[in-house]
């Protein structure tokens, strides 16, 4: 089993990420992920639990998400439910605490991976809510009088889109990195990690359509790696000859998803 993070056969890590990775673990610190949607964040995650062969937990966190749901949720509805039609062991609570992701990574025998994926998008109490559990790695259950301990203390992957800021006593627990946008020698890797036998001109001609496109200045939300990807993918199976595919701009849906990024092309009489 791996102790360090490599990379994976469909995840292309640059030196630098694989480095604060493996610090963030020589550490057991959380790393916190940031860069432009669609630059791998949470695919980050993934590689890591096939490269290290650990099993992997995901937190999604919505705007509705409180830190207590990754903890317990103590269910006293079906409580109050069983006991009115005589259930038995209505009287033993343990019975209705169900844990939450941070839970069971803590009750899991052996190392996690625990995404803790777009933390951004809840309030902002709620990294600070966090803050004891992720730097003791416990958490006490009033209901039970227990405290649940990670046997195990995984590994906390953390992404962010930079939606909102941060508090500073939450960053200053983290072991944080920015991934860049991919140039395009690391944008041919990713691509190539993807696709078996990519000819040279239909990835060539991909790639100056869409680096074009990300350098048009009124471009409001940018074409990412996953979209390009996807992109390459409808173009072969569509058959398309892409030798013209700068003044065609086929499927120009799968790169571009907002109105006004439409209206920058026509405008510019290049859709």
Not at 66 to 77: P, R, S
Request: hydrophobic letters at 40%; one cysteine or more.
């Amino acid at each position: 089993m791996e102790t360090k993070f490599t990379g994976s056969k469909d995840y292309v890590a640059s030196e630098e990420l694989m480095a604060a990775v493996n610090v963030a673990i020589a550490l057991q610190k959380p790393l916190l992920i940031k860069g432009e949607p669609g630059t791998g964040k949470t695919m980050l995650a993934e590689a890591i639990s096939q490269s290290m062969d650990k099993e992997l937990f995901i937190w999604n966190i919505k705007s509705t998400t409180k830190a207590q749901d990754g903890l317990y949720v103590y269910d006293t509805i079906q409580r109050l439910y069983d006991s009115q039609f005589g259930e038995e062991g209505v009287d033993d609570i343990g019975h209705y605490i169900k844990l939450g992701k941070l839970g069971e990574a803590f009750k899991a025998d052996k190392q996690i991976i625990l995404l803790i994926d777009e933390i951004d998008k809840a309030d902002l109490e709620f990294p600070n809510d966090l803050l004891w559990e992720l730097d003791k790695m416990e958490f006490y259950i009033h209901e039970t009088k227990e405290t649940i301990k990670a046997k195990e203390r995984p590994i906390v992957i953390i992404t962010s889109n930079a939606e909102k800021e941060l508090p500073d006593a939450f960053l200053r627990r983290c072991i944080f990195h920015y991934i860049s946008f991919p140039d395009r020698e690391q944008m041919t890797e990713i691509v190539n990690a993807h696709f078996e036998n990519l000819e040279e001109h239909v990835l060539k001609n991909a790639m100056d359509t869409f680096y074009w496109i990300r350098s048009l200045k009124d471009i409001r939300k940018k074409p990412s790696t996953s979209e390009l990807i996807d992109w390459i993918r409808a173009l072969l199976l569509s058959g398309i000859d892409t030798e013209h595919l700068r003044e065609e701009l086929p499927f120009i849906g799968v790169l571009l998803k907002k109105d006004e990024d439409l209206e920058v092309l026509k405008k510019a009489n290049l859709y």
